[in-house]
């Protein structure tokens, strides 16, 4: 009894996962919103001394209002961008903030990374194009994370090109 079996291929695949960057940790916000809501309810509780107690409604008001606008922002950030490069395909996957994921694949031999700057004030837009469709990518990184991202996109579908298999 002879066994055959055939060696078992990896693929080189290179896999980028995008985030937005989200500058206040954690940590940070409980420390920022703690001294917010010290000092709106300092100058609350001084108002209300001198008579004028509407006025520490407001600061409260003024405090959830931080807060939301916090919470909101910090929702945002959850969406990333998943990049799978390998040789076979290229695989876009977007996930909402929401949790909605969206996956486009595409094919490696097709695409083409292209870094434009479009707005007058210089900022760039990271775009795939193929076969006459374009998907774009990144809208959350800054101008510098967008170019360093194009750079290290192309040389990843280059090296896919190159070693795929026929």
């Given at each position: ?59 409260g008001l003024d405090v ?28 876009l996957t977007r996930v ?69 298999q026929f």
């Amino acid at each position: 009894m002879t066994e055959s079996s055939s060696p078992v291929q990896a693929t080189p695949q290179t896999q980028f996962i995008l985030h937005p960057h989200r500058s206040l940790s954690p940590r940070g916000f409980l420390i920022l919103m703690s001294g917010i809501g010290i000092v709106s309810f300092i100058a609350g509780v001084a108002f209300w001394l001198i008579g004028a107690w509407p006025v520490m409604g407001f600061f409260g008001l003024d405090v959830l209002l931080v807060y939301w606008a916090f919470k909101a922002n910090y929702r945002s950030g959850r969406a990333y961008e998943v990049v799978d490069v390998t040789p076979a395909v290229l695989t876009l996957t977007r996930v909402s903030a929401k949790g909605r994921s969206e996956k486009i694949e595409i094919n490696p031999y097709w695409a083409r990374v292209q870094l434009a700057t479009d707005h007058p004030d210089g900022r760039t837009s990271l775009r795939i194009v193929a076969q006459g469709r374009t998907w774009l990518l990144g809208q959350f990184l800054n101008d510098d994370e967008r170019t360093e991202f194009a750079e290290a996109l192309r040389e990843a579908l280059q090296r896919a090109r190159l070693t795929a298999q026929f």
